[in-house]
């Protein structure tokens, strides 16, 4: 589904949904921002007033895992010309289960981006230490694009050892290639892995950089796309797009790659904006749609970012918020394994098109959301406010057909099993994300969102402890909520590989401070390109600082501007935060320190959504309708009251069973479970009062 989320002047906020539009984004898009503005009795003439947009989306990563991107050519030092068939062992059992990575034979390559007779190989070498070793053989280089743009290539990546240290070769290449395009009169693009991602990591800069020719550079004309039809339809706003450090950046950005996987990401910044507001330190982030679910951890109030992430089984080597995403949403395919009769789930999805229930959709494999369809708990004819009609006895069929007969169950033991099944999949994954930090889950609230996060938070959460369950009523759009919350912010990083010791303090200082105001000049250049100014730029350095020999780093945030920054504020600072993440005991200053990279992020402040704020009534909501939905194999099918979220006030609970339905979502409470709205709109799921009292009994 498409959401679009709308904030006015005092803050208050609407969210719409439509279904997604693949072929062209700004079709969705419109038809979402029709339905958030109807809420409103207006329409889309009203975007004429709108000062600023934010978009976020999966098309870029979806090209990436589907395989269709752009016709990429590739120079790399000579002798690496197969780097990308042999890979690194790691990028093998990527996304696999934990069984599968214990077996070597289930692990295979990738299909390299680019295909061998496209790689290319120049001599000349750098060395480490970043001194020339080698000089370069241009007529290698030539030699090389001349013969990409034979081939037609739509891009021409140039990747060359340790050019994160010393981009001298990498930069002449460079040159010699656009001075051939040129001659040429082409107007292929030419990419640099020392100008867009130049960190340490040779085999995730060239992933990264190839990832940006291959699947970002063609987002540039779904994005036209996008500011065409806004522009079409009365909008004068300059379009933004979410990042993966956090921030949003202006869609004319040279390193969209860095905003691959968008949509995840809109949705834990704005649950670390949730948390800051409510006061929560600790939280998990847990977003389910209709393909995945997408886990993160807020400790302290801060997001964690990690450097070498992996996306769609590719180390990449571009900074992002730490998610973690399975394979598991509500629509995923459900089957039943013919050799083991056993029911599988995933790791293939619907998607948008939802499962057999819509016949529309052209899905012959039973979903999910079929499930639930057969036990009740969705409205056939409430999905997405009526605007898609669901058939319920095509569901039937084909869930006891393919599901139910080959397991000799009942339909609705069966369906029930699986889903019981999906939700303790999604419990365990959760739970071992905070305890795998050696955290426990009673100091961490669970911040619940994504279509198909109230549908199942009930069965996800039971018996797992969390200090709260947290369900904002407008969970379907959080993504897009997240967006809204988001600074506009850009962030460079730079490796850099300094050992901190006693007698060179002063010389560390005066490193640190020459890189971080090369990246605020890359900062302010960003920005300026969007027409802001370098004094509406607010600068943050950063680093990444690690005890000297160990094999994990840990960023340090600094309240200092760049030329103010002591080195013994730094270490204070790291041994602070290195105690908080893994005890103080653990610390070992004997060893040294060591500075692995450093950053800048640069932001301006936008306009942000404000939370709701009513006053609680307390009383039970009166509903507005009643259904049989399964519960269990114990309770069957239960008479179950149905609410209308909009019409369940502040300070009301609902005990379970309990439907609140919304023409976004669904929430479900079942038996032994009790749900209370607050002031801000948000759900609060815990357990029932009277199922303990009567337990205790």
Same mark, same amino acid.
């Not at 098309?59 to 010309?81: D, I």
């Not at 680019?114 to 001194?131: A, S, T």
């Given at each position: 589904?498409?959401?679009?989320?709308?904030?006015?002047?005092?803050?208050?906020?609407?969210?719409?949904?439509?279904?997604?539009?693949?072929?062209?984004?700004?079709?969705?898009?419109?038809?979402?921002?029709?339905?958030?503005?109807?809420?409103?009795?207006?329409?889309?003439?009203?975007?004429?007033?709108?000062?600023?947009?934010?978009?976020?989306?999966?098309?870029?990563?979806?090209?990436?895992?589907?395989?269709?991107?752009?016709?990429?050519?590739?120079?790399?030092?000579?002798?690496?010309?197969?780097?990308?068939?042999?890979?690194?062992?790691?990028?093998?059992?990527?996304?696999?289960?934990?069984?599968?990575?214990?077996?070597?034979?289930?692990?295979?390559?990738?299909?390299?981006?680019?295909?061998?007779?496209?790689?290319?190989?120049? &001599?000349?070498?750098?060395?480490?230490?970043?001194?020339?070793?080698?000089?370069?053989?241009?007529?290698?280089?030539?030699?090389?694009?001349?013969?990409?743009?034979?081939?037609?290539?739509?891009?021409?990546?140039?990747?060359?050892?340790?050019?994160?240290?010393?981009?001298?070769?990498?930069?002449?290449?460079?040159?010699?290639?656009?001075?051939?395009?040129?001659?040429?009169?082409?107007?292929?693009?030419?990419?640099?892995?020392?100008?867009?991602?130049?960190? &340490?990591?040779?085999?995730?800069?060239?992933?990264?950089?190839?990832?940006?020719?291959?699947?970002?550079?063609?987002?540039?004309?779904?994005?036209?796309?996008?500011?065409?039809?806004?522009?079409?339809?009365?909008?004068?706003?300059?379009?933004?797009?979410?990042?993966?450090?956090?921030?949003?950046?202006?869609?004319?950005?040279?390193?969209?790659?860095?905003?691959?996987?968008?949509?995840?990401?809109?949705?834990?910044?704005?649950?670390?904006?949730?948390?800051?507001?409510?006061?929560?330190?600790?939280?998990?982030?847990?977003?389910?749609?209709?393909?995945?679910?997408?886990?993160?951890?807020?400790?302290?109030?801060?997001?964690?970012?990690?450097?070498?992430?992996?996306?769609?089984?590719?180390?990449?080597?571009?900074?992002?918020?730490?998610?973690?995403?399975?394979?598991?949403?509500?629509?995923?395919?459900?089957?039943?394994?013919?050799?083991?009769?056993?029911?599988?789930?995933?790791?293939?999805?619907?998607?948008? &098109?939802?499962?057999?229930?819509?016949?529309?959709?052209?899905?012959?494999?039973?979903?999910?959301?079929?499930?639930?369809?057969?036990?009740?708990?969705?409205?056939?004819?409430?999905?997405?406010?009526?605007?898609?009609?669901?058939?319920?006895?095509?569901?039937?069929?084909?869930?006891?057909?393919?599901?139910?007969?080959?397991?000799?169950?009942?339909?609705?033991?069966?369906?029930?099993?699986?889903?019981?099944?999906?939700?303790?999949?999604?419990?365990?994954?959760?739970?071992?994300?905070?305890?795998?930090?050696?955290?426990?889950?009673?100091?961490?609230?669970?911040?619940?969102?994504?279509?198909?996060?109230?549908?199942?938070?009930?069965?996800?959460?039971?018996?797992?402890?969390?200090?709260?369950?947290?369900?904002?009523?407008?969970?379907?759009?959080?993504?897009?909520?997240?967006?809204?919350?988001?600074?506009?912010?850009?962030?460079?990083?730079?490796?850099?590989?300094?050992?901190?010791?006693?007698?060179?303090?002063?010389?560390?200082?005066?490193?640190?401070?020459?890189?971080?105001?090369?990246?605020?000049?890359?900062?302010?250049?960003?920005?300026?390109?969007?027409?802001?100014?370098?004094?509406?730029?607010?600068?943050?350095?950063?680093?990444?600082?690690?005890?000297?020999?160990?094999?994990?780093?840990?960023?340090?945030?600094?309240?200092?501007?760049?030329?103010?920054?002591?080195?013994?504020?730094?270490?204070?600072?790291?041994?602070?935060?290195?105690?908080?993440?893994?005890?103080?005991?653990?610390?070992?200053?004997?060893?040294?320190?060591?500075?692995?990279?450093?950053?800048?992020?640069?932001?301006?402040?936008?306009?942000?959504?404000?939370?709701?704020?009513?006053?609680?009534?307390?009383?039970?909501?009166?509903?507005?309708?009643?259904?049989?939905?399964?519960?269990?194999?114990?309770?069957?099918?239960?008479?179950?009251?149905?609410?209308?979220?909009?019409?369940?006030?502040?300070?009301?609970?609902?005990?379970?069973?309990?439907?609140?339905?919304?023409?976004?979502?669904?929430?479900?409470?079942?038996?032994?479970?009790?749900?209370?709205?607050?002031?801000?709109?948000?759900?609060?799921?815990?357990?029932?009062?009277?199922?303990?009292?009567?337990?205790?009994?």
């Amino acid at each position: 589904m498409t959401d679009a989320f709308i904030v006015d002047g005092e803050g208050v906020f609407v969210v719409g949904k439509a279904q997604t539009t693949p072929q062209d984004e700004s079709e969705g898009l419109l038809a979402s921002t029709r339905d958030a503005l109807e809420q409103w009795q207006t329409t889309t003439e009203a975007l004429g007033s709108i000062r600023s947009g934010v978009f976020s989306g999966t098309a870029m990563l979806n090209r990436l895992l589907e395989r269709k991107g752009l016709k990429v050519g590739c120079l790399v030092s000579a002798g690496l010309e197969d780097y990308l068939r042999l890979e690194r062992g790691v990028q093998t059992w990527l996304g696999m289960t934990y069984s599968d990575r214990l077996h070597v034979t289930t692990h295979h390559h990738n299909e390299p981006l680019v295909p061998r007779e496209r790689m290319k190989g120049v &001599r000349g070498r750098i060395d480490v230490l970043g001194r020339e070793a080698i000089a370069l053989y241009e007529k290698d280089a030539r030699d090389g694009i001349r013969d990409l743009l034979d081939m037609g290539v739509e891009g021409i990546v140039v990747s060359l050892l340790q050019s994160f240290i010393n981009p001298m070769h990498e930069k002449r290449v460079g040159e010699i290639a656009r001075e051939m395009v040129e001659e040429a009169g082409s107007d292929t693009p030419i990419f640099l892995s020392s100008e867009l991602y130049p960190l &340490r990591g040779d085999f995730p800069r060239l992933n990264s950089t190839l990832i940006e020719a291959y699947a970002a550079e063609p987002s540039r004309k779904q994005f036209d796309l996008l500011r065409s039809g806004l522009k079409d339809a009365g909008a004068k706003f300059d379009l933004r797009i979410m990042a993966a450090h956090g921030g949003t950046i202006a869609i004319e950005s040279h390193e969209l790659a860095r905003t691959l996987v968008s949509g995840p990401i809109g949705g834990i910044v704005g649950a670390k904006y949730l948390a800051e507001k409510l006061g929560v330190e600790r939280a998990v982030c847990s977003d389910i749609g209709g393909t995945s679910f997408d886990l993160a951890l807020i400790n302290e109030g801060e997001l964690a970012i990690r450097q070498t992430p992996d996306i769609g089984r590719f180390l990449l080597n571009l900074p992002m918020v730490e998610i973690e995403s399975i394979g598991a949403g509500t629509g995923s395919s459900v089957r039943v394994d013919p050799g083991s009769n056993r029911p599988e789930i995933g790791p293939d999805s619907a998607g948008s &098109r939802i499962g057999t229930a819509w016949p529309d959709g052209g899905i012959e494999t039973i979903t999910v959301t079929d499930l639930n369809l057969v036990l009740g708990r969705l409205n056939s004819e409430y999905f997405l406010g009526g605007q898609v009609q669901l058939d319920m006895e095509r569901a039937r069929c084909e869930v006891k057909r393919q599901l139910a007969d080959p397991l000799g169950l009942k339909l609705e033991d069966a369906a029930g099993g699986v889903v019981d099944l999906f939700e303790e999949q999604l419990r365990y994954a959760a739970l071992a994300r905070v305890l795998g930090k050696g955290y426990t889950s009673h100091d961490h609230a669970l911040f619940c969102y994504g279509g198909g996060g109230p549908l199942h938070v009930a069965g996800y959460t039971k018996g797992a402890g969390y200090a709260d369950v947290m369900i904002p009523t407008w969970a379907a759009g959080f993504s897009a909520f997240g967006c809204a919350c988001a600074d506009f912010s850009y962030r460079f990083d730079q490796t850099t590989g300094l050992t901190i010791t006693r007698e060179n303090w002063n010389d560390v200082s005066g490193q640190l401070t020459e890189g971080w105001m090369r990246l605020a000049d890359r900062v302010t250049d960003a920005f300026s390109r969007s027409g802001i100014g370098s004094e509406a730029v607010e600068l943050s350095p950063r680093l990444r600082m690690q005890y000297s020999g160990q094999l994990n780093d840990i960023e340090v945030s600094l309240d200092t501007g760049i030329g103010d920054v002591r080195v013994d504020d730094l270490i204070s600072r790291f041994e602070d935060l290195y105690g908080r993440i893994y005890a103080y005991g653990a610390s070992s200053p004997e060893l040294g320190y060591t500075v692995t990279s450093i950053a800048v992020v640069g932001s301006t402040p936008v306009e942000k959504p404000v939370l709701p704020n009513e006053d609680e009534v307390g009383g039970t909501p009166v509903p507005k309708a009643e259904r049989d939905v399964w519960w269990s194999e114990t309770s069957g099918f239960v008479m179950t009251p149905v609410f209308e979220q909009d019409e369940v006030l502040a300070g009301q609970s609902l005990e379970g069973p309990a439907i609140v339905e919304s023409p976004s979502a669904t929430f479900a409470v079942p038996p032994g479970r009790v749900a209370r709205l607050d002031g801000n709109r948000i759900f609060h799921l815990g357990e029932s009062t009277n199922e303990l009292r009567t337990e205790n009994l």
